[in-house]
């Protein structure tokens, strides 16, 4: 992939470090892992606060019965829709969230997956953040991989791994981490792709809540503050 640099400075430059280094230690990632722009979507809210093999299963249950459909998962009652996804643990409240974006895409968009998908990256987001249930992180994520606009997802490994590095501060909040990101490279949505799927696989590799340091691709470049 060729890189779009975009503005010069320290954080530019760590930032494309530490990509070219995670894509040379593990290739590229092939995400996001969906058939399809509602498959992500609903992948995208099923896999909070849960792992992607308990959403496969999930999501699995839901191929089985053909319900990976905006129309026919809408004609479900929340209750129904819950053990369908039981796999994906909170499945209550992530049943009620998937009712409440099938909620919004009809009122606002008529149902149209692919209208709503082409209003816009501002617009999409916005509407995705109006939804309960829906933060930062997913409607984000709707947005760079069903969307295909460039934005930057931000998720617990991103954080962990640059506060290692250095590029943010301790408490720094989603929107900072997302705006140093955005701020020091080019917008560009197969980029924000890559490089989200590499911070990912180190974050499950190696940035865990105990971390494990040994191997990891970028150890040498670690630092544990910022001035």
């Given at each position: ?6 503005r010069s400075g ?53 191929k089985r019965v ?121 917008p560009d949505e ?38």
């Amino acid at each position: 992939m060729k890189l779009k640099t975009g503005r010069s400075g320290r954080p530019r430059e760590k930032l494309l470090r530490i990509y070219r280094r995670l894509a040379g230690a593990y290739g590229p990632q092939g995400w996001w892992p969906a058939e399809g722009a509602f498959e992500m979507i609903v992948g995208a809210i099923l896999t909070q606060n849960t792992n992607w093999a308990n959403v496969t299963r999930a999501l699995d249950n839901l191929k089985r019965v053909k319900l990976l459909d905006p129309k026919k998962m809408g004609e479900l009652e929340a209750g129904e829709l819950s053990e369908y996804i039981r796999p994906a643990g909170y499945f209550r409240q992530k049943s009620r969230t998937l009712m409440e974006f099938l909620r919004f895409l009809r009122a606002d968009y008529g149902g149209d997956l692919e209208k709503m998908l082409a209003s816009g990256r501002e617009n999409l987001r916005e509407g995705l953040l109006g939804v309960r249930g829906i933060g930062p992180e997913t409607a984000d994520s709707i947005v760079l991989y069903a969307g295909h606009y460039p934005i930057f997802v931000v998720d617990a490994y991103t954080g962990r791994i640059f506060r290692c590095q250095g590029l943010i501060a301790e408490k720094a909040s989603y929107g900072e981490v997302q705006e140093m990101v955005m701020a020091s490279l080019e917008p560009d949505e197969r980029f924000f792709n890559e490089f989200h799927a590499l911070l990912v696989r180190l974050g499950k590799t190696h940035c865990r809540k105990v971390p494990r340091c040994e191997g990891c691709p970028i150890i040498r470049d670690r630092v544990f503050s910022i001035s």
